[in-house]
């Protein structure tokens, strides 16, 4: 009895090691460069309150704006105002009592079917458009690549990442940027502070199904065992970057989709970037684009990829970094 279970403990561990070499060898197969920046003649421009085109800046000038925030919408015409006017409201209200502040809003279509880019551009109409601008994409990018593109033409000297539902409250920017500032010395002016809603975990296991909370701890310790470590929360869409970390992050980002958030996070703690946590206030809002099962299934492969093709050499991450 004793050899039979030794030959089928040895059977099991040479399958697993098969598995796990064609795994990788189709991760590194199937993987592909730093998608270029490419932009269709469209998404080249911006259109000002008067309907007129643009030409879109890009994050290699030098800053012009204190605050640079890039909302990723993708069918969001029912969502977005409200998340639009607690912004503003709050960027408005700062800057009256703060006139040295100064900020724009990036609102980025991803290739939506509704009419997202008609409700973003009103608030360009009312603001005008030194401090609301919509790109609109030609085809669905994913929310990575949505947010890439609103990060290579903003102007922000400290750039933030705000999902289009407004789940995250608006005013708890300050939370991130006091924790951006209790990291200084910022080595060459990188740092990121993530929004986290860690603290609110025991609520949400009382509100989940068994299911939905046993996919959510496996997803964290993929995560941990994977990718990223001391970071608890890393799909929180409020995420505040120094514009030198977004370049760089951002520049080496490979993942477009649901995944991103836990790539750019590996890259930045390759590149030892300081990273602080930041509990914020956070509310569940109805009209998610995520499928649980199916959503967390593509994660999950996403997260086995990103480190494997890292691992095997698929994937390269420099010291010095641009994109045109």
Known sequence: MAPLLLQLAVLCVALAAAALV???MIAFITATNVPLLHQHEEEKFFLNAKGQKETLPSIWDSPTKQLSV??????EEKRLPVMMDEALDYLEKRQKQDPSFTYEVIVVDDGSKDQTSKVAFKYCQKYGSDKVRVITLVKNRGKGGAIRMGVFSSRGKKILMADADGATKFPDVEKLEKGLNDLQPWPDQMAIACGSRAHLEKESIAQRSYFRTLLMYGFHFLVWFLCVKGIRDTQ???KLLTREAASRTFSSLHIERWAFDV????????FKIPIAEIAVNWTEIEGSKLVPFWSWLQMGKDLLFIRLRYLTGAWRLKQTRKVN
């Open 22 to 24: 064609l795994i990788s």
């Open 263 to 270: 790539e750019l996070l590996y890259i930045a703690q390759f």
């Open 236 to 238: 929180c869409g409020f």
């Open 70 to 75: 890039v909302v990723p919408s993708y069918n």
